[in-house]
Every structure is written in structure tokens, then in C-alpha cells.
């Protein structure tokens, strides 16, 4: 199907496309938000969530070498995104039998990811780092924006609380909210429910998650959280991700 889809584009456009493999598409996305960890932080778990798949990268600096770049340590590709999500469970609503129906089958989905990355390394700050429209749709709505403005969502910082009472926010939308809501709009409306779940199951990584929205090789927006403390992230420079 892959071959057929790509030998159509390069006859009808001319355009030769490149299918990269999962690893490839943690790597690009490692690269593209890795300058906006916190320099201080010796691990931080990426996560970027799709709409047929979500992929989790484990980064983190050698030990004892605090400043040293940040290096992929692990990663996995789930098929487990907003589309495929409202696929299994249908609908424009969702109630809250299906919300935590949902919520069984993402954390069974994240089980083995989580326990694998049980026994790593976590000092005090560390952090999640989310990336593509997902988790900025999720600031955009904690921020309260009247439409999208990703000067005000890229690099945001939100506490697992602020995450929290955005999720409660948009679960309490029926379809029609979401449509009118600046940050969703027609097009994101049936799959953020789905999308809240997601990053719901993600915050039990952490107490504090980060958003990004700058240009990055996968392309797509991030956001990130952090215990309490509400700050604009600086440029940290580029991260190095063998």
C-alpha cells in the first residue's frame, strides 16, 4: 500500500517521498524540542501524540556529568493515538463509563514502557516534554486563549495540577463547546476527549509537563509542565541526540 501511495504521489507530483521508519521519527522528535529541557534536569521523558501512534522518548545525561548533552536512552512507538482512539470507541461524546474505559486501555497500553523505565534515574527536576498538537491544544485550553497563539503556548510551563483541572475543562465541553472553542475548532473537536485522555495517562509519569511549538524536523507543537513554577523557557541551545 506504502509503495503504491508513493509511486502515485512521484507520477501525479513529482515529488519523491520518504517514508522514515518509528526510531527515525523519536529521533527527529528528540531533536527538534530537546533545546527546550530544563538545563538543570538529568532525565526527561518526550512524548509525542499522534493520531494512529504516540511515540515516548526516554532522554537523559551521563551520570554525574551535569550540562552534559542529553542522550536517547529509550524509546517505543504505540499504536495508540487521537484517531485510532475514537475509531475504538466512536462517538462525539464521551461518557464517563467510555472516558474510563479509555483510560484502561491507554494505561495497559503504557504498562510495559512504565515499568521498563521504573528503575531509571529521576532527580528532582525532572520533567515531561510533549510535543505536537495534542499537548499545545491542552495549554492552549489551561491558558483560557480565546484562539490558538503559539508565542504564548510554546515552551509553557504547567504543573500536573494545571494539566489536571485543562483536562477536567475540555471533558466538561459537550461537542458543540469544542467546536466554538478557539483552541479546538471544527477539526480537533471529536478526538479531544481522546486527546485529554492520553495526556492524562502521561502525567502519572510526572508532577510537571512541558509544551513546545517551534518548527522541529517531525514538525508539530510542544508544551511541557512544571511543578508549580510558571516561566517562559529560555533557548538552551541545541540539544545533542546521537
Given amino acids: 500500500m506504502a509503495t503504491k501511495f508513493i509511486s502515485r504521489v512521484l507520477h501525479e507530483t513529482g515529488l519523491e517521498l520518504e517514508i522514515i521508519d518509528r526510531?527515525?521519527?523519536?529521533?527527529f522528535a528528540a531533536r527538534g524540542c530537546g533545546a527546550l529541557v530544563d538545563r538543570d534536569?538529568?532525565?526527561?521523558?518526550?512524548?509525542?501524540?499522534?493520531?494512529?501512534?504516540?511515540?515516548?522518548v526516554w532522554l537523559a545525561r551521563p551520570p554525574a556529568e551535569p550540562g552534559a548533552p542529553l542522550e536517547l536512552r529509550d524509546?517505543?512507538?504505540?499504536e495508540l493515538g487521537v484517531v485510532s482512539l475514537a475509531e475504538h470507541f466512536g462517538g462525539k461524546s464521551v461518557s464517563a463509563e467510555t472516558f474510563k474505559a479509555m483510560t484502561s486501555f491507554a494505561r495497559d497500553a503504557l504498562a510495559p514502557f512504565a515499568r521498563a523505565m521504573a528503575g531509571r534515574r529521576r532527580c528532582a527536576r525532572f520533567h515531561l516534554l510533549g510535543t505536537s498538537g495534542t499537548v499545545t491544544t491542552l495549554a492552549g485550553v489551561h491558558?483560557?486563549?480565546?484562539?490558538?497563539?503559539?508565542?504564548?503556548?510554546?515552551?509553557?510551563?504547567?504543573?500536573?495540577?494545571?494539566?489536571?483541572?485543562a483536562i477536567a475543562r475540555l471533558r466538561a465541553m459537550d461537542f458543540e463547546a469544542r467546536v466554538a472553542n478557539g483552541c479546538?475548532?471544527?477539526?480537533?473537536?471529536?478526538?479531544?476527549?481522546?486527546?485529554?485522555?492520553?495526556?492524562?495517562?502521561?502525567?502519572?509519569?510526572?508532577r510537571r509537563t512541558h509544551a513546545d511549538s517551534r518548527p522541529r524536523p517531525a514538525g508539530g507543537d510542544a508544551a511541557?509542565?512544571?511543578?508549580?513554577?510558571?516561566?517562559?523557557?529560555?533557548?538552551?541551545g541545541a540539544a545533542m541526540i546521537p
Avoid: H
Fill in 75 to 78: 524509546w517505543t512507538s504505540l
Fill in 184 to 206: 479546538i475548532g471544527p477539526q480537533r473537536a471529536d478526538w479531544c476527549s481522546r486527546a485529554a485522555l492520553s495526556s492524562r495517562r502521561f502525567a502519572k509519569f510526572s
Fill in 23 to 27: 526510531e527515525t521519527e523519536a529521533r
Fill in 224 to 236: 511541557r509542565t512544571d511543578g508549580g513554577r510558571r516561566r517562559r523557557a529560555e533557548p538552551l
Fill in 143 to 165: 491558558l483560557g486563549l480565546e484562539r490558538y497563539d503559539r508565542w504564548r503556548v510554546d515552551g509553557l510551563w504547567m504543573s500536573n495540577e494545571d494539566a489536571s483541572r
Fill in 41 to 56: 534536569s538529568e532525565s526527561v521523558l518526550l512524548f509525542d501524540i499522534g493520531g494512529g501512534s504516540t511515540e515516548l
